[in-house]
Protein backbone atom coordinates (compact mmCIF):
# COMPACT_ATOMS: atom_id res chain seq x y z
CA UNK A 1 0.00 0.00 0.00
CA UNK A 2 1.55 3.18 -1.02
CA UNK A 3 1.53 6.19 1.14
CA UNK A 4 -0.88 8.17 0.29
CA UNK A 5 -3.26 4.68 -0.01
CA UNK A 6 -6.34 4.73 1.64
CA UNK A 7 -6.84 4.76 4.74
CA UNK A 8 -3.18 6.62 5.58
CA UNK A 9 -4.55 9.51 3.25
CA UNK A 10 -7.42 10.10 4.23
CA UNK A 11 -6.10 10.04 7.80
CA UNK A 12 -3.35 12.80 7.17
CA UNK A 13 -5.80 14.81 5.54
CA UNK A 14 -8.24 14.57 8.02
CA UNK A 15 -5.69 15.61 10.45
CA UNK A 16 -4.91 18.41 8.58
CA UNK A 17 -8.39 19.52 8.51
CA UNK A 18 -8.60 19.31 12.20
CA UNK A 19 -5.46 21.53 12.30
CA UNK A 20 -6.98 24.08 10.41
CA UNK A 21 -10.41 24.18 12.08
CA UNK A 22 -8.69 24.47 15.35
CA UNK A 23 -5.78 27.07 14.52
CA UNK A 24 -6.71 28.64 11.15
CA UNK A 25 -3.13 27.28 9.16
CA UNK A 26 -1.21 24.98 9.16
CA UNK A 27 2.64 24.46 7.86
CA UNK A 28 3.88 21.77 5.67
CA UNK A 29 6.96 21.30 7.91
CA UNK A 30 5.26 21.24 11.29
CA UNK A 31 2.93 18.25 9.70
CA UNK A 32 5.21 16.38 8.01
CA UNK A 33 7.53 16.09 10.85
CA UNK A 34 4.24 15.41 13.12
CA UNK A 35 3.35 12.77 10.99
CA UNK A 36 6.56 11.15 10.47
CA UNK A 37 6.49 11.30 6.60
CA UNK A 38 7.90 13.33 3.51
CA UNK A 39 6.87 17.46 3.02
CA UNK A 40 6.09 16.25 -0.41
CA UNK A 41 3.65 13.28 1.04
CA UNK A 42 2.01 17.02 2.74
CA UNK A 43 1.73 19.12 -0.29
CA UNK A 44 -0.15 16.53 -2.62
CA UNK A 45 -2.49 16.21 0.71
CA UNK A 46 -2.65 19.82 0.81
CA UNK A 47 -2.97 20.31 -2.80
CA UNK A 48 -6.14 17.46 -3.04
CA UNK A 49 -7.85 19.54 -0.19
CA UNK A 50 -7.65 22.74 -2.40
CA UNK A 51 -8.74 20.90 -5.46
CA UNK A 52 -11.98 19.88 -3.66
CA UNK A 53 -12.14 23.71 -2.34
CA UNK A 54 -11.62 23.08 1.35
CA UNK A 55 -8.65 25.16 2.01
CA UNK A 56 -6.45 27.74 0.35
CA UNK A 57 -2.64 26.80 -0.34
CA UNK A 58 0.33 29.76 1.15
CA UNK A 59 3.85 29.67 1.02
CA UNK A 60 4.76 26.69 3.48
CA UNK A 61 1.83 25.67 4.31
CA UNK A 62 -2.52 26.48 3.83
CA UNK A 63 -4.89 27.94 5.82
CA UNK A 64 -8.91 27.47 5.93
CA UNK A 65 -10.00 28.55 2.62
CA UNK A 66 -9.89 31.93 2.33
CA UNK A 67 -13.32 34.05 0.76
CA UNK A 68 -10.96 35.79 -1.54
CA UNK A 69 -9.81 32.21 -3.08
CA UNK A 70 -11.82 31.87 -6.44
CA UNK A 71 -9.40 29.16 -8.00
CA UNK A 72 -11.93 26.79 -7.48
CA UNK A 73 -15.88 27.40 -7.35
CA UNK A 74 -17.39 25.20 -4.92
CA UNK A 75 -21.07 25.51 -3.27
CA UNK A 76 -19.51 26.80 -0.11
CA UNK A 77 -17.47 29.68 -2.07
CA UNK A 78 -20.32 30.63 -4.28
CA UNK A 79 -22.82 31.33 -1.77
CA UNK A 80 -23.33 33.91 0.78
CA UNK A 81 -22.31 33.66 5.00
CA UNK A 82 -25.66 32.50 6.45
CA UNK A 83 -25.54 34.82 9.39
CA UNK A 84 -22.82 37.79 10.19
CA UNK A 85 -21.86 37.96 13.97
CA UNK A 86 -20.48 40.55 15.95
CA UNK A 87 -18.01 39.78 18.53
CA UNK A 88 -16.68 42.74 20.77
CA UNK A 89 -13.19 41.23 23.40
CA UNK A 90 -11.90 43.22 26.24
CA UNK A 91 -8.55 43.13 24.58
CA UNK A 92 -6.85 42.34 21.16
CA UNK A 93 -3.01 41.31 23.19
CA UNK A 94 -3.62 39.02 26.11
CA UNK A 95 -5.47 36.21 26.59
CA UNK A 96 -8.27 36.79 23.65
CA UNK A 97 -5.82 35.95 20.68
CA UNK A 98 -6.22 32.81 20.91
CA UNK A 99 -9.88 32.78 21.65
CA UNK A 100 -10.42 35.24 18.18
CA UNK A 101 -8.47 32.08 16.38
CA UNK A 102 -10.73 29.27 17.64
CA UNK A 103 -13.79 31.60 16.91
CA UNK A 104 -12.59 32.55 13.46
CA UNK A 105 -12.16 28.77 12.61
CA UNK A 106 -15.43 27.95 13.88
CA UNK A 107 -17.08 30.60 12.12
CA UNK A 108 -15.31 29.41 8.76
CA UNK A 109 -16.94 25.84 8.94
CA UNK A 110 -20.08 27.42 9.99
CA UNK A 111 -20.42 29.75 6.85
CA UNK A 112 -20.67 32.77 9.49
CA UNK A 113 -19.09 36.46 8.82
CA UNK A 114 -17.31 37.51 12.31
CA UNK A 115 -17.41 40.93 12.52
CA UNK A 116 -14.51 41.42 15.44
CA UNK A 117 -14.31 44.50 17.06
CA UNK A 118 -11.68 45.28 20.03
CA UNK A 119 -12.80 47.74 22.99
CA UNK A 120 -11.08 47.91 26.39
CA UNK A 121 -11.89 46.88 29.90
CA UNK A 122 -13.88 50.32 30.51
CA UNK A 123 -17.73 49.54 30.40
CA UNK A 124 -18.82 52.36 28.62
CA UNK A 125 -16.46 51.33 25.91
CA UNK A 126 -17.84 48.34 25.90
CA UNK A 127 -21.16 49.28 25.66
CA UNK A 128 -20.41 52.15 23.00
CA UNK A 129 -18.91 49.18 20.25
CA UNK A 130 -21.28 46.45 21.07
CA UNK A 131 -24.14 49.38 20.30
CA UNK A 132 -22.35 50.63 17.37
CA UNK A 133 -22.47 47.20 16.16
CA UNK A 134 -26.64 46.73 16.96
CA UNK A 135 -27.39 50.35 15.64
CA UNK A 136 -25.90 49.15 12.04
CA UNK A 137 -28.71 46.32 12.12
CA UNK A 138 -25.99 44.38 9.72
CA UNK A 139 -25.37 41.66 12.50
CA UNK A 140 -27.73 38.85 13.29
CA UNK A 141 -25.96 38.34 16.40
CA UNK A 142 -23.59 39.07 19.61
CA UNK A 143 -20.88 37.14 20.81
CA UNK A 144 -19.24 39.71 23.85
CA UNK A 145 -17.04 39.63 26.72
CA UNK A 146 -18.55 42.49 29.36
CA UNK A 147 -17.95 43.93 32.58
CA UNK A 148 -19.84 42.06 34.82
CA UNK A 149 -19.72 42.57 38.42
CA UNK A 150 -21.01 45.53 40.28
CA UNK A 151 -24.14 47.57 39.50
CA UNK A 152 -22.57 49.05 36.28
CA UNK A 153 -21.70 45.12 34.65
CA UNK A 154 -25.43 44.08 35.84
CA UNK A 155 -26.96 46.51 34.48
CA UNK A 156 -24.66 46.12 31.05
CA UNK A 157 -26.18 42.17 31.24
CA UNK A 158 -29.56 43.17 31.53
CA UNK A 159 -29.31 45.65 28.77
CA UNK A 160 -27.31 42.42 26.84
CA UNK A 161 -30.29 40.15 27.75
CA UNK A 162 -32.93 42.56 26.85
CA UNK A 163 -31.42 43.25 23.09
CA UNK A 164 -33.61 41.76 20.22
CA UNK A 165 -30.85 40.10 18.68
CA UNK A 166 -29.16 37.08 20.73
CA UNK A 167 -26.49 37.21 22.92
CA UNK A 168 -23.49 34.45 23.94
CA UNK A 169 -21.00 35.38 26.26
CA UNK A 170 -17.50 34.15 26.13
CA UNK A 171 -15.43 33.98 29.33
CA UNK A 172 -18.37 35.57 31.08
CA UNK A 173 -21.56 34.43 32.72
CA UNK A 174 -24.56 36.20 34.43
CA UNK A 175 -24.95 36.25 38.29
CA UNK A 176 -27.80 33.89 39.05
CA UNK A 177 -29.13 36.31 41.36
CA UNK A 178 -30.28 38.54 38.60
CA UNK A 179 -32.86 36.00 36.72
CA UNK A 180 -31.54 36.68 33.01
CA UNK A 181 -33.28 33.94 30.78
CA UNK A 182 -31.60 34.66 27.49
CA UNK A 183 -28.38 35.21 27.81
CA UNK A 184 -25.85 31.89 26.87
CA UNK A 185 -22.27 31.40 27.46
CA UNK A 186 -19.39 29.35 27.24
CA UNK A 187 -16.59 29.70 30.03
CA UNK A 188 -13.68 28.17 31.30
CA UNK A 189 -13.92 26.54 34.55
CA UNK A 190 -11.93 29.16 36.76
CA UNK A 191 -13.63 28.18 40.33
CA UNK A 192 -12.45 24.31 39.35
CA UNK A 193 -8.95 26.24 38.08
CA UNK A 194 -8.16 27.23 41.75
CA UNK A 195 -8.88 24.27 43.12
CA UNK A 196 -7.37 22.08 40.82
CA UNK A 197 -3.90 24.74 41.60
CA UNK A 198 -4.73 24.05 45.18
CA UNK A 199 -5.18 20.18 45.20
CA UNK A 200 -1.77 20.17 43.02
CA UNK A 201 0.18 21.55 45.85
CA UNK A 202 -1.50 20.20 48.64
CA UNK A 203 -0.18 16.33 46.76
CA UNK A 204 2.87 18.09 46.58
CA UNK A 205 3.39 17.95 50.61
CA UNK A 206 2.90 22.06 50.48
CA UNK A 207 0.18 23.40 53.77
CA UNK A 208 0.99 26.75 54.02
CA UNK A 209 0.55 28.49 50.50
CA UNK A 210 -0.50 31.94 49.46
CA UNK A 211 -3.18 33.60 46.62
CA UNK A 212 -2.09 36.37 44.59
CA UNK A 213 -4.97 37.43 41.68
CA UNK A 214 -5.11 40.10 39.48
CA UNK A 215 -7.31 42.87 40.94
CA UNK A 216 -8.76 44.22 37.76
CA UNK A 217 -9.28 40.36 35.98
CA UNK A 218 -13.07 39.45 36.78
CA UNK A 219 -11.27 36.04 36.76
CA UNK A 220 -9.91 36.24 40.03
CA UNK A 221 -13.30 35.57 41.83
CA UNK A 222 -14.13 32.62 40.38
CA UNK A 223 -10.47 31.37 41.03
CA UNK A 224 -10.53 32.50 44.83
CA UNK A 225 -13.92 30.70 45.20
CA UNK A 226 -12.10 27.05 43.86
CA UNK A 227 -8.83 27.57 45.80
CA UNK A 228 -10.40 28.46 49.62
CA UNK A 229 -13.27 25.56 48.97
CA UNK A 230 -10.26 23.34 48.30
CA UNK A 231 -8.34 24.93 51.26
CA UNK A 232 -11.41 24.07 53.58
CA UNK A 233 -12.03 20.88 51.78
CA UNK A 234 -8.10 19.67 52.42
CA UNK A 235 -7.14 21.73 55.66
CA UNK A 236 -4.28 23.81 54.35
CA UNK A 237 -3.65 27.06 55.50
CA UNK A 238 -3.65 30.09 53.16
CA UNK A 239 -2.42 32.99 55.24
CA UNK A 240 -1.31 35.37 52.29
CA UNK A 241 -3.90 36.53 50.28
CA UNK A 242 -3.07 39.33 48.16
CA UNK A 243 -5.27 41.08 45.24
CA UNK A 244 -3.32 43.75 42.83
CA UNK A 245 -1.73 44.71 39.67
CA UNK A 246 1.70 43.94 39.36
CA UNK A 247 1.91 44.46 36.20
CA UNK A 248 0.52 48.17 36.13
CA UNK A 249 2.90 49.19 38.45
CA UNK A 250 6.20 50.47 37.43
CA UNK A 251 9.39 51.19 38.98
CA UNK A 252 9.27 51.68 43.51
CA UNK A 253 5.93 51.14 43.40
CA UNK A 254 6.52 47.72 41.93
CA UNK A 255 9.26 46.72 43.38
CA UNK A 256 7.76 47.62 47.18
CA UNK A 257 4.78 46.00 45.94
CA UNK A 258 6.65 42.82 45.30
CA UNK A 259 9.07 42.99 48.59
CA UNK A 260 5.81 43.60 50.60
CA UNK A 261 4.65 40.04 49.18
CA UNK A 262 7.66 38.36 49.42
CA UNK A 263 8.16 39.39 53.27
CA UNK A 264 4.68 38.34 53.56
CA UNK A 265 5.35 35.07 52.39
CA UNK A 266 8.18 34.74 54.34
CA UNK A 267 6.57 35.80 57.69
CA UNK A 268 4.01 33.41 56.97
CA UNK A 269 5.85 30.57 56.80
CA UNK A 270 4.38 29.92 53.42
CA UNK A 271 6.16 27.69 50.64
CA UNK A 272 3.82 27.61 47.83
CA UNK A 273 1.55 30.14 45.66
CA UNK A 274 -1.04 30.57 43.30
CA UNK A 275 -0.28 33.71 41.03
CA UNK A 276 -2.82 35.11 38.59
CA UNK A 277 -1.76 35.87 35.78
CA UNK A 278 1.28 34.71 34.35
CA UNK A 279 3.14 38.33 34.15
CA UNK A 280 2.62 39.04 37.73
CA UNK A 281 3.89 35.15 38.55
CA UNK A 282 6.53 35.68 36.31
CA UNK A 283 7.78 38.87 37.96
CA UNK A 284 7.07 37.48 41.27
CA UNK A 285 9.38 34.51 40.41
CA UNK A 286 12.03 37.05 39.21
CA UNK A 287 12.60 39.21 41.95
CA UNK A 288 12.37 36.29 44.28
CA UNK A 289 15.54 35.20 42.40
CA UNK A 290 17.17 38.63 42.64
CA UNK A 291 16.62 38.71 46.34
CA UNK A 292 18.40 35.45 46.85
CA UNK A 293 15.51 32.89 46.74
CA UNK A 294 16.25 29.01 45.42
CA UNK A 295 13.49 28.08 43.23
CA UNK A 296 11.77 26.45 43.65
CA UNK A 297 13.21 25.13 47.00
CA UNK A 298 11.80 27.69 48.74
CA UNK A 299 8.84 28.89 47.12
CA UNK A 300 6.98 26.83 44.62
CA UNK A 301 4.43 29.15 41.84
CA UNK A 302 1.65 28.10 39.92
CA UNK A 303 0.47 30.40 37.05
CA UNK A 304 -2.69 30.70 35.64
CA UNK A 305 -3.45 31.53 32.10
CA UNK A 306 -0.05 29.40 30.48
CA UNK A 307 0.09 32.26 28.28
CA UNK A 308 4.58 32.89 28.72
CA UNK A 309 4.99 31.01 31.96
CA UNK A 310 6.53 27.89 30.11
CA UNK A 311 9.48 30.70 28.89
CA UNK A 312 10.26 31.57 32.79
CA UNK A 313 13.56 30.00 34.95
CA UNK A 314 12.64 27.83 36.45
CA UNK A 315 9.80 26.98 33.85
CA UNK A 316 6.29 27.54 35.47
CA UNK A 317 3.62 24.99 36.29
CA UNK A 318 0.53 26.40 34.85
CA UNK A 319 -3.14 25.83 34.94
CA UNK A 320 -4.18 26.57 30.70
CA UNK A 321 -7.57 27.40 29.32
CA UNK A 322 -8.83 26.05 26.75
CA UNK A 323 -8.91 29.39 25.08
CA UNK A 324 -9.55 28.23 21.32
CA UNK A 325 -11.94 25.83 22.61
CA UNK A 326 -13.64 28.54 24.25
CA UNK A 327 -13.70 30.79 21.07
CA UNK A 328 -15.24 27.60 18.95
CA UNK A 329 -18.07 26.31 21.16
CA UNK A 330 -18.90 30.36 21.54
CA UNK A 331 -19.78 30.70 17.81
CA UNK A 332 -20.72 26.90 17.69
CA UNK A 333 -23.48 27.93 20.12
CA UNK A 334 -24.41 31.15 18.55
CA UNK A 335 -25.03 29.40 15.05
CA UNK A 336 -27.05 26.89 16.51
CA UNK A 337 -29.14 29.49 18.00
CA UNK A 338 -29.42 31.44 15.22
CA UNK A 339 -30.40 28.35 13.01
CA UNK A 340 -32.97 27.14 15.22
CA UNK A 341 -34.59 30.15 16.95
CA UNK A 342 -36.48 30.73 20.10
CA UNK A 343 -37.75 27.00 20.78
CA UNK A 344 -33.82 25.59 21.38
CA UNK A 345 -32.62 25.26 25.00
CA UNK A 346 -30.27 27.88 26.69
CA UNK A 347 -26.66 26.82 26.88
CA UNK A 348 -24.26 27.56 29.13
CA UNK A 349 -21.01 25.97 29.20
CA UNK A 350 -17.87 25.59 31.64
CA UNK A 351 -14.63 24.04 29.78
CA UNK A 352 -12.23 22.75 32.45
CA UNK A 353 -8.71 24.00 32.05
CA UNK A 354 -5.61 21.82 32.27
CA UNK A 355 -3.06 21.58 34.53
CA UNK A 356 0.56 21.65 32.91
CA UNK A 357 3.12 20.91 35.59
CA UNK A 358 6.41 21.78 35.18
CA UNK A 359 9.69 22.55 36.80
CA UNK A 360 8.51 25.00 39.66
CA UNK A 361 6.61 22.54 41.40
CA UNK A 362 8.38 19.55 41.22
CA UNK A 363 10.24 19.37 44.62
CA UNK A 364 8.85 19.11 48.28
CA UNK A 365 8.93 21.77 50.40
CA UNK A 366 12.02 22.73 52.75
CA UNK A 367 11.77 21.90 56.03
CA UNK A 368 10.93 25.21 58.63
Given at each position: MTDDSRPFGLSRREHIMDELRRTGSVRVSDLARELGVAELTIRRDIGRLADEGLVTRVHGGATLRSALDTTVPTRAAASAPRFRVGMVVPSLNYYWPQIIVGARAAAT???????????????????????????????????????????????????????????VLVERRSPAALGLTRLEWVTTDHDFGGELALRHLAARGHRRVGIITSAQSPTSAQLRRGWFRAVDELGVASPVDVSTSLDLLQGAERSAALDGMLDAIRAEGCTAALVHSDPQAVLLQQFAADRGWALPDELAIVAYDDEIAEGADPPLTALRPAKEHVGRRAVEVMAARLAEGAHRPIERLQIVPQLRERDSTRTTPREA
Open positions: EQRMQLALRGASYAIDDQRRQIASLVDSGGVHGLIVAPENAGAEGHAMLEWLDALPIPV
